[in-house]
T-cell receptor, first 111, second 115 residues
Framework: SQQGEEDPQALSIQEGENATMNCSYK?????LQWYRQNSGRGLVHLIL?????REKHSGRLRVTLDTSKKSSSLLITASRAADTASYFC???????????FGKGTRLSVIA | KAGVTQTPRYLIKTRGQQVTLSCSPI?????VSWYQQTPGQGLQFLFE???????NKGNFPGRFSGRQFSNSRSEMNVSTLELGDSALYLC??????????????FGPGTRLLVL
């Protein structure tokens, strides 16, 4: 069953614009991770944010986590055509339990 | 370091056959997880191995099985293939004993088509 749900399911923007994707989850978490997947290929890890953190940055990526609302957002600034991909959030709950992935947001960046 | 490798990359089988997929994790990684990805169900966890032991198992029928060798390489097997097994099978490795909760490094996947 899906723990995280991304919103929107699909997003289309112009190159240079910012893209924001949201993830909501249901239970308490240890960490939340964002991954990117280019069409039909493996996932690439972007950022891990732990439950005691509120914000993290990596290059043009900014992730926020609001544990009171059980939600996270991924912001990609100054998007490029190469950012076109599906973006997934994954939640880590506790102990040795595996990550649970959402169904993803498909981002299209138009040059 | 070389990334996670998966073989074969593409596979076509017919219903009723069985298939074995292979995954070599990043050197030094001891946890290997397998996922099935389909358009309808998304990314679903199959199982995770650590030090040759299955530590976690997802909600899949017994036709899906796996194993891990002493060098951390892993295989998964699907017996009596069904049309619904057509999917992208992804392998991921992670460094620490916590395994599946930590950062996962994914391979390129094996795309299986069952006819």
């Amino acid at each position: 069953s899906q723990q995280g749900e991304e919103d929107p399911q699909a997003l289309s923007i112009q190159e240079g614009e910012n893209a924001t994707m949201n993830c909501s989850y249901k239970t308490s978490i240890n960490n939340l991770q964002w991954y990117r997947q280019n069409s039909g290929r493996g996932l690439v890890h972007l950022i891990l944010i732990r439950s005691n953190e509120r914000e993290k940055h990596s290059g043009r990526l900014r992730v926020t986590l609001d544990t009171s609302k059980k939600s996270s957002s991924l912001l990609i600034t100054a998007s490029r055509a190469a950012d076109t991909a599906s973006y997934f959030c994954a939640t880590g709950v506790s102990g040795n339990t595996p990550l649970v992935f959402g169904k993803g947001t498909r981002l299209s960046v138009i040059a | 370091k070389a990334g996670v490798t998966q073989t074969p990359r593409y596979l076509i089988k017919t219903r009723g056959q069985q298939v074995t997929l292979s995954c070599s994790p990043i050197s030094g990684h001891r946890s290997v997880s397998w996922y099935q990805q389909t358009p309808g169900q998304g990314l679903q966890f199959l199982f995770e191995y650590f030090s040759e032991t299955q530590r976690n198992k997802g909600n899949f029928p017994g036709r899906f099985s796996g194993r891990q060798f002493s060098n951390s390489r892993s295989e998964m097997n699907v017996s009596t293939l069904e049309l619904g097994d057509s999917a992208l099978y992804l392998c991921a490795s992670s460094r620490w004993a916590q395994g599946p909760q930590e950062t996962q490094y994914f391979g390129p996947g094996t795309r299986l088509l069952v006819l």
